[in-house]
């Protein structure tokens, strides 16, 4: 058995591109089978004809539930869908990079631990959990009610909630609600990229810019920004596709109307319209396809 295996290892040996290919052989089957695959059977599914009298869905080929994305009301919830995104990503990008510097630049010992433990922790829980627990937190008899009555902030949460596009009978069914709850949500897929970044920065440069006469809002907007910039798109890749594509937060918390991930549960699961509930789905792997790869030019994935 010894011989057969030094025979074996050294023919391997020998032969380091094959032994490479046939490391890579099971991952690179499994991703194009399973994930391209299945992403080309979406877009192909995407052309096919869904009869509205029969309602069943046929092999006819046509770009009509394409067409049907510009219609008025299909328009407003991918604009709809976008404008959450890109307001979560704004929301974490604000509370995440000065709890990343911190965890980059004062965190030591036990304390970087405690703060580790803290932004990972709710990644821990069950997401239908955390965004049933959300609901509860802001209904009227929850918590921010409860703090901004003791706290006289309640006129000022009232007036919010009439604002436009913000928000809603109650926070729970406007849309800062649901801005609440996907920035929690989301958060931690912000800190740690921005977090790793940051650590990449030379304390020197800092000094360096201090030395130099600029006031610490100098220091970070023409030094530590830009350095740490990449951490700050890799993480908004996560937040974006993520609110992007999420339906169950939509679905427990906020205003009534549909966000593309509601819009695909209610043709693909409802109505049995696949090819327009996988017309929809493309419309995410479009944006997303152009996002990544102006985050890789970015160089985000370097933060990664």
Known sequence: MTGVGDAV???????????????????????????????????????????????????????????????????????????????????????GFPVAYYMARYARGATRGVFYIGVMLPMWASYIVKAYAWTMILSKGGVIYWVADRTGLRGVLDWLLTLPYVGGTTLSTSNLGRFFVFTYAWLPFMILPIQAAIERVPA???????????????????????????????????????????YIIPKLVGPDGHVIGTMVNLQQGSVGNLPMAAAFTAVPIVILTFYLWGARRLGAFDAL
């Not at 046939?22 to 299945?38: D, N, Q």
């Not at 869905?57 to 709809?80: C, E, G, K, Q, W």
């Not at 890799?234 to 609110?243: P, R």
């Open 204 to 246: 020197k440069l800092l000094e360096a810019s201090a030395d130099l006469g600029a006031h610490p809002l100098q220091t970070f907007r023409t030094v530590l920004l830009p350095l740490a910039f990449p951490g700050v798109v890799a993480g908004s890749i996560f937040t974006f596709s993520l609110t992007l594509g999420d």
């Open 9 to 95: 290892s050294t023919f391997f040996y020998r032969r380091r591109r094959l032994y490479l290919w046939l490391l890579l052989a099971p991952p690179l089957l499994w991703f194009g089978v399973v994930f391209v695959g299945a992403l080309i059977a979406l877009v192909w599914q995407s052309a096919y004809t869904f009869d509205d009298f029969a309602m069943q869905v046929t092999p006819d080929l046509t770009l009509a539930n394409y067409r049907a994305l510009f219609v008025s009301a299909h328009l407003d919830i991918v604009i709809r869908t976008v404008a959450m995104a890109i307001a979560v990503t704004l929301g974490c990008v604000a509370i």
